[in-house]
């Protein structure tokens, strides 16, 4: 018969890798919600009246507040994959949905845009944060 030291140091690994794939799940819910109530916030409304230089704005500065958050915290990657599809579906549902579309769905191809830009500048800046970050924990 096993001793309990043997069997919990044979599982140990399963159980750190289930601790960490439920952790990734709870934060990628995390990052989704707080980009979908940034989208709603800034964005969500334009409906009543144009998009406005300053909405964008805000926007774009939450989603790199979001980005950069995760980034420092190690998590920029599962940020950069979880803000590029959450957006890219928050923009396709509006945009499908506008009355104002002709019916020729273009929002598919701006759907791509998003998708392309948010990833490309994502990396970016998750890859610019870690380079960071390291070169802040060397000097330490």
């Given at each position: 018969m096993r001793k309990w030291s043997q069997v919990k140091s044979q599982t140990g690994w399963l159980v750190r890798c289930l601790?960490?794939?439920?952790?990734?799940f709870f934060l990628a819910v995390v990052i989704a919600?707080?980009?979908a109530a940034g989208y709603f916030v800034a964005l969500g409304w334009h409906r009543l009246q144009d998009y406005q230089g300053w909405r964008v704005a805000l926007f774009v500065g939450w989603v790199f507040?979001?980005?950069?958050?995760?980034?420092?915290?190690?998590r920029g990657v599962l940020a950069t994959i979880v803000v590029t599809l959450a957006l890219t579906v928050?923009?396709?549902?509006?945009?499908?949905?506008?009355?104002?579309d002709?019916?020729?769905?273009?929002?598919?191809?701006?759907?791509?845009?998003?998708?392309v830009g948010?990833?490309?500048?994502s990396t970016l800046l998750t890859f610019?944060?870690?380079?960071?970050?390291?070169?802040?924990?060397?000097?330490?």
């Open positions: 601790l960490s794939c439920v952790e990734a919600g707080g980009l507040l979001i980005i950069v958050a995760a980034a420092w915290f190690r928050l923009w396709s549902m509006d945009a499908s949905t506008d009355p104002v002709d019916g020729q769905g273009l929002w598919a191809a701006g759907a791509v845009m998003i998708f948010t990833l490309a500048g610019i944060i870690a380079q960071s970050r390291k070169g802040s924990i060397k000097k330490r």
